[in-house]
């Protein structure tokens, strides 16, 4: 059978996923608990809830479009050949 050629290879896909592990801790550092009628929560405005979490998340969503970018360089030579 001959070896089909996929726009993604198994590299990109443990990159994707790693970027997928970085965004999820980011929501997971968002959340918390929240405030209702009786109490008012202070963790609402904690700076890992407001700075870091988004910080995280948005670094997991530019690691996954460098990991959807991402091209070895051993599959030039193969092209060549």
């Not at 070896?3 to 790693?18: E, G, P, Y």
């Not at 959340?31 to 202070?42: A, I, L, M, Q």
């Amino acid at each position: 059978m001959e070896k089909r050629n996929f726009a993604f290879n198994k590299m990109n896909f443990i990159l994707l996923a790693i970027g997928m592990a970085i965004i999820i801790i980011g929501f997971f550092l968002m959340s918390g608990p929240g405030t209702d009628v009786d109490h008012f929560e202070d963790a609402i405005f904690s700076a890992t809830r407001i700075k870091i979490a988004p910080v995280i998340s948005l670094f997991g969503f530019v690691f996954i479009i460098y990991a959807v970018m991402y091209k070895p360089k051993n599959n030039e030579k193969r092209e060549k050949e």
